[in-house]
């Protein structure tokens, strides 16, 4: 007899007591909003145990597409995108008919579009989930920008001033924090407010801020790694930098394995070539540490780093098919070619590898894909 198909085996699935399937609902969400929707979307029995996304709070965190990366094609739809789960390797296609009329300026830790209607006047900027289409209205960008720098809202190089990259939500939940590094503005806001909140104006800093576990960091040019502080806001020093580090290279700041880590990239041999030396930050003793390895005990050699002038990502290997990546491995993004190639950087043995061609308007390979989505240009 075969079991498997006895009636007294079968399941209705959508006859699940609202408790269980709450339950469920919950565990799914706690680890990933879009195997949430996708649990919402099988039937009413379902979507009525769990909570509808766009009825919370938009800066509810738990609807927040984490670990999601938006992909750099030249050949993409206009309002069309793939997604790509750097946890688990999935990609996803949304259809996003908010970029008609918005341009993207960069994206949040929290995986969250950073847009601007540059066609107002007052330039409204809003904050975009791919996934839910929830939609954040913040205070337009004219209350954060000095007179000045209102005409390079409709200049021709309007995308390069205002790169949004390092924006994120603070640990209260509610206050966003909108940085543009190449004007040396940063300023804090929540929905409902009239008005941004500059926080400092014309402070010099290296690229690739971060918003890490509620927190905006940024590295000085004088070698000092700041957070922001609310209630006056305000940077205070979180951690120096080892003596040497800027000016000479670029400075990048990236979450991994849930570790704040700092790498420095640097010329070596007359400047033919690249080096790169990867610190952990210690926060609570306010200094870095040299490491070896990414994360370090068991979670070293499983992660590969991406990095870019603007955003780094980290990337565990295992998720994907084997060889594509290698741990303990830097790859750099398209503004740090050194020729046709992506030149990839093993910090283990200080070795160079080349691994990929450079392919911007079709990327053939993964590497090809992570590599551009830092560089800075959504």
């Given at each position: 007899?075969?079991?498997?198909?006895?009636?007294?085996?079968?399941?209705?699935?959508?006859?699940?007591?609202?408790?269980?399937?709450?339950?469920?609902?919950?565990?799914?969400?706690?680890?990933?909003?879009?195997?949430?929707?996708?649990?919402?979307?099988?039937?009413?029995?379902?979507?009525r145990c769990s909570a509808e996304p766009r009825?919370?709070?938009?800066?509810?965190?738990?609807?927040?597409?984490?670990?999601?990366?938006?992909?750099?094609?030249?050949?993409?739809?206009?309002?069309?995108?793939?997604?790509?789960?750097?946890?688990?390797?999935?990609?996803?296609?949304?259809?996003?008919?908010?970029?008609?009329?918005?341009?993207?300026?960069?994206?949040?830790?929290?995986?969250?579009?950073?847009?601007?209607?540059?066609?107002?006047?007052?330039?409204?900027?809003?904050?975009?989930?791919?996934?839910?289409?929830?939609?954040?209205?913040?205070?337009?960008?004219?209350?954060?920008?000095?007179?000045?720098?209102?005409?390079?809202?409709?200049?021709?190089?309007?995308?390069?001033?205002?790169?949004?990259?390092?924006?994120?939500?603070?640990?209260?939940?509610?206050?966003?924090?909108?940085?543009?590094?190449?004007?040396?503005i940063f300023g804090m806001a929540k929905p409902?407010?009239?008005?941004?909140?500059?926080?400092?104006?014309?402070?010099?800093?290296?690229?690739?801020?971060?918003?890490?576990?509620?927190?905006?960091?940024?590295?000085?040019?004088?070698?000092?790694?700041?957070?922001?502080?609310?209630?006056?806001?305000?940077?205070?020093?979180a951690a120096k930098l080892p003596t040497g580090?800027?000016?000479?290279?670029?400075?990048?700041?990236?979450?991994?394995?849930?570790?704040?880590?700092?790498?420095?990239?640097?010329?070596?041999?007359?400047?033919?070539?690249?080096?790169?030396?990867?610190?952990?930050?210690?926060?609570?003793?306010?200094?870095?540490?040299?490491?070896?390895?990414?994360?370090?005990?068991?979670?070293?050699?499983?992660?590969?780093?991406?990095?870019?002038?603007?955003?780094?990502?980290?990337?565990?290997?295992?998720?994907?098919?084997?060889?594509?990546?290698?741990?303990?491995?830097?790859?750099?993004?398209?503004?740090?070619?050194?020729?046709?190639?992506?030149?990839?950087?093993?910090?283990?043995?200080?070795?160079?590898?080349?691994?990929?061609?450079?392919?911007?308007?079709?990327?053939?390979?993964?590497?090809?894909?992570?590599?551009?989505?830092?560089?800075?240009?959504?």
């Open positions: 007899m075969d079991c498997s198909r006895s009636p007294a085996l079968k399941r209705n699935w959508a006859d699940l007591d609202e408790g269980p399937a709450g339950m469920i609902a919950d565990r799914v969400l706690a680890y990933d909003v879009a195997g949430y929707l996708r649990f919402r979307a099988v039937c009413r029995a379902w979507r009825a919370h709070r938009s800066l509810d965190r738990r609807f927040h597409p984490r670990r999601w990366v938006l992909l750099l094609e030249e050949l993409a739809t206009p309002n069309r995108r793939r997604l790509l789960n750097t946890s688990t390797g999935e990609f996803v296609q949304v259809d996003l008919p908010e970029l008609h009329d918005h341009d993207v300026l960069g994206v949040t830790a929290e995986g969250l579009l950073v847009l601007v209607d540059a066609h107002q006047p007052r330039a409204t900027v809003h904050l975009l989930n791919p996934l839910t289409r929830h939609l954040t209205s913040l205070p337009p960008l004219t209350t954060l920008l000095p007179k000045k720098a209102y005409d390079l809202l409709s200049d021709t190089t309007f995308d390069h001033y205002f790169e949004a990259w390092g924006s994120g939500i603070l640990d209260d939940d509610s206050t966003v924090v909108l940085s543009f590094h190449k004007l040396g409902g407010d009239a008005c941004w909140t500059p926080v400092l104006r014309g402070v010099t800093v290296k690229p690739s801020s971060l918003v890490f576990l509620g927190r905006f960091y940024c590295v000085t040019h004088l070698g000092v790694l700041m957070v922001l502080k609310n209630q006056p806001p305000r940077l205070e020093v580090l800027p000016p000479a290279g670029s400075v990048h700041l990236v979450e991994n394995a849930g570790e704040l880590m700092l790498v420095h990239r640097r010329s070596s041999q007359g400047f033919k070539e690249k080096r790169y030396d990867v610190y952990r930050v210690d926060l609570d003793a306010g200094n870095l540490c040299r490491v070896n390895s990414f994360g370090g005990g068991c979670a070293g050699g499983h992660h590969a780093l991406f990095i870019g002038m603007h955003f780094s990502l980290s990337v565990p290997i295992g998720v994907f098919s084997s060889g594509s990546l290698s741990g303990d491995t830097i790859y750099p993004g398209s503004g740090y070619t050194e020729g046709d190639y992506i030149k990839a950087y093993h910090v283990g043995d200080k070795s160079t590898t080349y691994v990929a061609s450079r392919s911007t308007a079709q990327p053939h390979t993964l590497v090809d894909c992570l590599s551009l989505c830092t560089t800075g240009h959504p």
